[in-house]
């Protein structure tokens, strides 16, 4: 195949010839390679870490009673935390805290940017792979590497991170456990990788962009993962640094978060003091804040690229669309207190994050009316991504009213900490992004395998997720204005109203077990997912050509799937991203390297 | 931004910090802590003025070279 | 299948791919350390008074330092030029040189300044008595002087109380339980042999280190500017009299022999020590870690496997010079900002 350059005379350096099974498969540079090693890995991460909460959701319905199955299990495995196969508070914190991680730093951000990113990205601009192809392949063994470092902490003596997955200071680094010090050591490495990824990404948006693909041309999921690559490269190091910080206070002896006058079960702490618990807060919550939007703008990049698609309409307000998406990006670097408002914190402070907060609600709104505008006169497909993405526009909203009363301080002293907090930022995530990944995951299934995934099973999936999906995280909008709080191992059962003593609604305690029920229910209902995936890699329909869904995008005018150098000639670009139905056109789609 | 033009801010900053350097020492004399410091202050005002000159002469030598 | 733009330039950019991608990192790097520089502003700004200890940096050995890696920066421009010249002698020169300046830098840490910290002992006591027994027996009449000297060198606050001013110095022999005899230091306590890990805590007189007995009962210290002529032990009520202890070398060392139970805090300027040196070691810590890459880097372009791109493709081999230099430049920016706030300010 010939570059697009003309200038360099030099031969590949490393032969088409033979690679071997290691080079191909394992170490590979391939951005596709990558894209699915990442891809796999989070999927795992991603039930391990479900798997995670739907124990915790036992403890919570019928506390102190023997989890059947794995209970045995789980004291054979992990000792006295598990005795009688009862999860204990110190076990039920352990699972809490690593569902969090899991979720968020090893199944979400990888499956979002790096795996789609990575698999898409070069192909959607036109590029033959990614800038620095051995750098991503590092990237991908650092984020490995961490995940291993995180999931063997689980069976140290003491156990894994228990202070949840914000790992406030004093407490994460007081609690008689090595745990902490695994989940930083594990963090260091998985921020590392982002860092290297996030570097690829944006040299690769910059750079090789095929010609005539310009920035006004490029699909608005590119655009999306450029900002979500410069969210994690500007706000990681912070973190790291808060990290590299903890670590120390753990195994050095020293007090950056620990005050003076720190007294630990009675007794006082043997530390020089005069650090801050705040300074913790503040360095992990400037990049709490931003990771929240690297969490679902992936996720807005794949629901446009479907709604497209599947309305064969162009996206309705492209360049609002992309103006939002860079001031949504600017904005989320300065909103981060709005998680520390109990804190302390004066009035003019408050006032400010107030104000910033509200106004990034705005950029958010833009990006979800555009989307539903693009339902206007669509035509609609309704196939399992489509209908993924579609529900991802109510849900998603959902989400982002209920943030509004965590953004204003006074509204935000009754429901912080609380179930509340839970709904919210679940509904954002898991009806939110995950439905964005799922049908990311159906709609490009035919490109990378050559076969599509059952349409039926498909909507069994979509229909039983987005049932208990609802039924798991509405009720908790109640406990949480009922005042339940968040991180209690025996589902709020010590605050329950009595004889004379005021304390929580028996109902919402009894919610709890309505919750858990529809929890095992989403469990249940990934099930077809999961085997639809397997299955159809050797027994789905095959797709009979490079662009089963007639799409406008470059990904699909290579072969299928599409060989190393992706592109058999250099596309040149022509057009928009989403000539959807123009008029006068002699098909409803027009690819982007269609001549005009 | 290219090398050079990284070069040229680095040394800026540089001589600033000497500058800077040569002022803390000054006061540390002043303030009677020994002559040591007058000699350092003085030495710090040359490195400056080295500098400096090694910067007209590099931007001489480089002037080919693009600030990109 | 071939990357473009790796070593000429794309025409609507005007840069090639490694240039964007340092850059890039660079930018990630300045959030890093400005975490850390927030970090310590935060800490300082937030430290009651007199627990902020300054004036302990070697400022003639961050001076030269600092001098050293602006030359570095400045042979490291050459060598790139060099090659951009087309002068790869000239460029093998500038390149060791720079590298020489670098391993000068870290040497200078590792083997002078940090052990210099752990090697010093600040001692605080328990109560006002015990206090003006040790800096009497250390420092005889001029010890309130010395105090008052301490506390606003160090502190900014001549009005601290005798309690919260620590007697500084080294410690140069040792006792335990059931023994009378000193043991001497000398051996054990030379730069990195676990000298800093001896610490002692308030509230708990046990001693956490790594090569120090168990049992210990006292530690003889030799303060600084103690004159050892002045020193009157006999005015101290309880202290003992100055006793002679053994440096490795052989030489006498005088010292005040300070039991343990009358110690408040005894901690070497590690990181434990106090937020400042906990924040000073992570900085400079970080930067050298820094340095000690660069030096892999640029070793890696002088050695043959680094060199075969000069003659396979040169331009691709200068543009990997001038990010190395690249990032070379931050790195030394970022001690030109370090110096400053912790050797001047």
Same mark, same amino acid.
């Given at each position: 195949?010939?570059?697009?350059?003309?200038?360099?005379?030099?031969?590949?350096?490393?032969?088409?010839?033979?690679?071997?099974?290691?080079?191909?498969?394992?170490?590979?540079?391939?951005?596709?390679?990558?894209?699915?090693?990442?891809?796999?890995?989070?999927?795992?991460?991603?039930?391990?870490?479900?798997?995670?909460?739907?124990?915790?959701?036992?403890?919570?319905?019928?506390?102190?009673?023997?989890?059947?199955?794995?209970?045995?299990?789980?004291?054979?495995?992990?000792?006295?935390?598990?005795?009688?196969?009862?999860?204990?508070?110190?076990?039920?914190?352990?699972?809490?805290?690593?569902?969090?991680?899991?979720?968020?730093?090893?199944?979400?951000?990888?499956?979002?940017?790096?795996?789609?990113?990575?698999?898409?990205?070069?192909?959607?601009?036109?590029?033959? $792979?990614?800038?620095?192809?051995?750098?991503?392949?590092?990237? *991908?063994?650092?984020?490995?590497?961490?995940?291993?470092?995180?999931?063997?902490?689980?069976?140290?003596?003491?156990?894994?991170?228990?202070?949840?997955?914000?790992?406030?200071?004093?407490?994460?680094?007081?609690?008689?456990? $090595?745990?902490?010090?695994?989940?930083?050591?594990?963090?260091? &490495? &998985?921020?590392?990788?982002?860092?290297?990824?996030?570097?690829?990404?944006?040299?690769?948006?910059?750079?090789?962009?095929?010609?005539?693909?310009?920035?006004?041309?490029?699909?608005?999921?590119?655009?999306?993962?450029?900002?979500?690559?410069?969210?994690?490269?500007?706000?990681?190091?912070?973190?790291?640094?808060?990290?590299?910080?903890?670590?120390?206070?753990?195994?050095?002896?020293?007090?950056?978060?620990?005050?003076?006058?720190?007294?630990?079960?009675?007794?006082?702490?043997?530390?020089?003091?005069?650090?801050?618990?705040?300074?913790?807060?503040?360095?992990?919550?400037?990049?709490?804040?931003?990771?929240?939007?690297?969490?679902?703008?992936?996720?807005?990049?794949?629901?446009?690229?479907?709604?497209?698609?599947?309305?064969?309409?162009?996206?309705?307000?492209?360049?609002?669309?992309?103006?939002?998406?860079?001031?949504?990006?600017?904005?989320?670097?300065?909103?981060?207190?709005?998680?520390?408002?109990?804190?302390?914190?004066?009035?003019?402070?408050?006032?400010? *994050?107030?104000?910033?907060?509200?106004?990034?609600?705005?950029?958010?709104?833009?990006?979800?009316?555009?989307?539903?505008?693009?339902?206007?006169?669509?035509?609609?497909?309704?196939?399992?991504?489509?209908?993924?993405?579609?529900?991802?526009?109510?849900?998603?909203?959902?989400?982002?009213?209920?943030?509004?009363?965590?953004?204003?301080?006074?509204?935000?002293?009754?429901?912080?900490?609380?179930?509340?907090?839970?709904?919210?930022?679940?509904?954002?995530?898991?009806?939110?992004?995950?439905?964005?990944?799922?049908?990311?995951?159906?709609?490009?299934?035919?490109?990378?395998?050559?076969?599509?995934?059952?349409?039926?099973?498909?909507?069994?999936?979509?229909?039983?997720?987005?049932?208990?999906?609802?039924?798991?995280?509405?009720?908790?909008?109640?406990?949480?204005?009922?005042?339940?709080?968040?991180?209690?191992?025996?589902?709020?059962?010590?605050?329950?109203?009595?004889?004379?003593?005021?304390?929580?609604?028996?109902?919402?305690?009894?919610?709890?077990?309505?919750?858990?029920?529809?929890?095992?229910?989403?469990?249940?209902?990934?099930?077809?997912?999961?085997?639809?995936?397997?299955?159809?890699?050797?027994?789905?329909?095959?797709?009979?050509?490079?662009?089963?869904?007639?799409?406008?995008?470059?990904?699909?005018?290579?072969?299928?799937?599409?060989?190393?150098?992706?592109?058999?000639?250099?596309?040149?670009?022509?057009?928009?991203?989403?000539?959807?139905?123009?008029?006068?056109?002699?098909?409803?789609?027009?690819?982007?390297?269609?001549?005009? | 931004?290219? &090398?050079?033009?990284?070069?040229?801010?680095?040394?800026?900053?540089?001589?600033?910090?000497?500058?800077?350097?040569?002022?803390?020492?000054?006061?540390?004399?002043?303030?009677?802590?020994?002559?040591?410091?007058?000699?350092?202050?003085?030495?710090?005002?040359?490195?400056?003025?080295?500098?400096?000159?090694?910067?007209?002469?590099?931007?001489?030598?480089?002037?080919?070279?693009?600030?990109? | 299948?071939?990357?473009?733009?790796?070593?000429?330039?794309?025409?609507?950019?005007?840069?090639?791919?490694?240039?964007?991608?340092?850059?890039?990192?660079?930018?990630?790097?300045?959030?890093?350390?400005?975490?850390?520089?927030?970090?310590?502003?935060?800490?300082?700004?937030?430290?009651?008074?007199?627990?902020?200890?300054?004036?302990?940096?070697?400022?003639?050995?961050?001076?030269?330092?600092?001098?050293?890696?602006?030359?570095?920066?400045?042979?490291?421009?050459?060598?790139?030029?060099?090659?951009?010249?087309?002068?790869?002698?000239?460029?093998?020169?500038?390149?060791?040189?720079?590298?020489?300046?670098?391993?000068?830098?870290?040497?200078?840490?590792?083997?002078?300044?940090?052990?210099?910290?752990?090697?010093?002992?600040?001692?605080?006591?328990?109560?006002?008595?015990?206090?003006?027994?040790?800096?009497?027996?250390?420092?005889?009449?001029?010890?309130?002087?010395?105090?008052?000297?301490?506390?606003?060198?160090?502190?900014?606050?001549?009005?601290?109380?005798?309690?919260?001013?620590?007697?500084?110095?080294?410690?140069?022999?040792?006792?335990?339980?059931?023994?009378?005899?000193?043991? $001497?230091?000398?051996?054990?306590?030379?730069?990195?042999?676990?000298?800093?890990?001896?610490?002692?805590?308030?509230?708990?007189?046990?001693?956490?280190?790594?090569?120090?007995?168990?049992?210990?009962?006292?530690?003889?210290?030799?303060?600084?500017?103690?004159?050892?002529?002045?020193?009157?032990?006999?005015?101290?009520?309880?202290?003992?009299?100055?006793?002679?202890?053994?440096?490795?070398?052989?030489?006498?060392?005088?010292?005040?022999?300070?039991?343990?139970?009358?110690?408040?805090? &005894?901690?070497?300027?590690?990181?434990?020590?106090?937020?400042?040196?906990?924040?000073?070691?992570?900085?400079?810590?970080?930067?050298?870690?820094?340095?000690?890459?660069?030096?892999?880097?640029?070793?890696?372009?002088?050695?043959?496997?680094?060199?075969?791109?000069?003659?396979?493709?040169?331009?691709?081999?200068?543009?990997?010079?001038?990010?190395?230099?690249?990032?070379?430049?931050?790195?030394?920016?970022?001690?030109?900002?370090?110096?400053?706030?912790?050797?001047?300010?």
């Amino acid at each position: 195949m010939q570059t697009a350059t003309h200038t360099e005379v030099h031969h590949d350096d490393h032969s088409h010839a033979e690679q071997s099974f290691w080079t191909k498969y394992i170490f590979s540079t391939d951005h596709k390679v990558i894209g699915i090693q990442y891809g796999v890995t989070a999927l795992v991460f991603l039930l391990f870490g479900f798997g995670l909460m739907m124990a915790m959701r036992w403890q919570i319905a019928k506390p102190d009673q023997p989890i059947p199955v794995i209970g045995a299990l789980l004291e054979s495995v992990l000792g006295n935390v598990a005795k009688d196969g009862i999860i204990s508070a110190q076990l039920y914190n352990v699972f809490g805290a690593m569902h969090g991680t899991i979720m968020v730093f090893m199944a979400i951000v990888p499956l979002g940017f790096a795996a789609f990113g990575n698999y898409i990205v070069p192909l959607q601009i036109g590029a033959p $792979d990614m800038c620095f192809p051995r750098v991503n392949m590092a990237s *991908f063994w650092a984020f490995f590497l961490g995940c291993v470092t995180m999931t063997v902490s689980f069976f140290i003596p003491g156990g894994a991170a228990q202070a949840g997955w914000t790992s406030y200071s004093p407490l994460a680094t007081s609690l008689p456990t $090595d745990g902490q010090t695994y989940w930083l050591v594990a963090m260091v &490495l &998985l921020i590392t990788s982002s860092l290297l990824g996030a570097v690829n990404f944006i040299a690769t948006i910059i750079q090789l962009r095929a010609p005539g693909m310009t920035w006004g041309r490029l699909p608005f999921f590119v655009w999306a993962q450029f900002v979500t690559a410069f969210l994690l490269l500007l706000a990681f190091p912070p973190l790291e640094a808060a990290g590299v910080m903890q670590l120390m206070d753990k195994v050095a002896g020293t007090s950056f978060f620990l005050p003076t006058g720190l007294f630990i079960s009675g007794q006082p702490a043997t530390i020089s003091g005069g650090g801050s618990p705040l300074l913790w807060q503040h360095l992990f919550w400037f990049l709490g804040h931003p990771e929240v939007y690297v969490l679902i703008l992936p996720a807005i990049g794949i629901v446009t690229e479907v709604i497209a698609n599947s309305t064969r309409r162009p996206v309705w307000g492209y360049r609002l669309m992309v103006g939002a998406v860079l001031v949504l990006g600017f904005l989320s670097f300065i909103v981060w207190a709005h998680h520390m408002y109990l804190t302390g914190m004066g009035n003019k402070v408050a006032t400010f *994050f107030q104000t910033t907060t509200m106004i990034i609600s705005i950029p958010s709104v833009i990006l979800l009316t555009c989307l539903f505008m693009s339902l206007w006169k669509g035509a609609i497909r309704f196939t399992t991504a489509s209908m993924f993405a579609f529900s991802f526009l109510p849900m998603f909203g959902i989400g982002g009213l209920t943030g509004l009363p965590l953004g204003f301080n006074f509204t935000d002293i009754h429901l912080h900490d609380s179930y509340y907090v839970i709904a919210h930022f679940h509904y954002v995530v898991a009806p939110g992004t995950i439905f964005g990944l799922f049908a990311g995951v159906y709609y490009w299934y035919p490109k990378m395998t050559g076969r599509k995934m059952s349409e039926y099973w498909g909507k069994v999936h979509f229909w039983c997720s987005l049932i208990f999906m609802n039924l798991i995280f509405l009720p908790m909008f109640k406990q949480g204005f009922d005042g339940m709080s968040r991180r209690m191992s025996d589902g709020g059962a010590t605050y329950a109203s009595g004889e004379g003593v005021l304390g929580l609604a028996a109902e919402s305690i009894m919610t709890n077990t309505i919750i858990s029920h529809a929890a095992w229910g989403l469990a249940i209902a990934q099930v077809p997912f999961i085997v639809n995936f397997f299955w159809s890699i050797r027994n789905g329909e095959k797709v009979t050509s490079d662009n089963p869904w007639n799409s406008t995008t470059l990904e699909w005018q290579t072969p299928t799937p599409p060989p190393h150098g992706n592109f058999i000639t250099q596309p040149v670009v022509y057009r928009d991203a989403y000539e959807y139905s123009k008029p006068g056109a002699s098909k409803d789609y027009l690819p982007q390297n269609e001549k005009v | 931004m290219s &090398l050079k033009a990284f070069h040229i801010f680095f040394i800026t900053v540089s001589i600033l910090i000497g500058l800077i350097l040569a002022g803390w020492f000054a006061m540390r004399f002043h303030s009677g802590q020994g002559n040591a410091y007058l000699l350092a202050s003085i030495a710090s005002v040359c490195g400056s003025v080295a500098l400096f000159i090694y910067a007209r002469r590099f931007l001489k030598k480089l002037k080919h070279i693009s600030y990109l | 299948m071939e990357i473009p733009y790796n070593s000429t330039q794309r025409p609507d950019t005007g840069l090639y791919n490694a240039k964007v991608g340092i850059w890039l990192f660079l930018a990630s790097e300045v959030m890093l350390f400005g975490a850390l520089f927030s970090a310590y502003v935060l800490l300082r700004v937030g430290a009651s008074p007199g627990t902020w200890s300054m004036g302990l940096m070697n400022i003639p050995v961050g001076t030269f330092n600092t001098v050293i890696l602006i030359l570095s920066s400045v042979t490291v421009v050459m060598a790139w030029a060099s090659l951009k010249l087309g002068d790869f002698k000239a460029y093998k020169k500038y390149q060791i040189a720079t590298i020489l300046c670098a391993a000068a830098f870290v040497l200078v840490k590792w083997s002078y300044e940090w052990p210099a910290k752990f090697t010093h002992y600040d001692v605080t006591f328990k109560d006002a008595t015990a206090a003006k027994d040790y800096f009497v027996a250390a420092y005889g009449d001029n010890h309130s002087k010395q105090v008052t000297k301490i506390a606003k060198d160090r502190y900014n606050d001549p009005e601290l109380q005798i309690t919260q001013v620590p007697l500084s110095g080294h410690i140069v022999g040792y006792k335990v339980k059931g023994d009378t005899h000193v043991h $001497d230091v000398g051996k054990v306590m030379n730069i990195w042999n676990g000298a800093w890990f001896w610490r002692i805590n308030w509230q708990d007189t046990n001693m956490v280190a790594l090569n120090c007995p168990k049992d210990i009962t006292a530690v003889i210290l030799h303060a600084d500017g103690a004159d050892d002529d002045h020193a009157k032990p006999q005015h101290a009520k309880t202290a003992s009299l100055s006793t002679d202890a053994h440096s490795g070398a052989g030489s006498k060392h005088h010292g005040v022999e300070i039991p343990v139970s009358r110690i408040k805090r &005894l901690s070497s300027l590690e990181p434990a020590h106090s937020p400042f040196f906990a924040i000073y070691f992570t900085l400079t810590g970080l930067h050298a870690l820094h340095v000690l890459g660069g030096i892999v880097v640029l070793s890696y372009n002088l050695l043959p496997i680094g060199t075969r791109l000069w003659l396979k493709d040169p331009d691709r081999f200068a543009n990997r010079i001038e990010t190395t230099g690249l990032f070379w430049h931050f790195v030394d920016l970022v001690w030109i900002f370090l110096f400053p706030i912790l050797y001047l300010l």
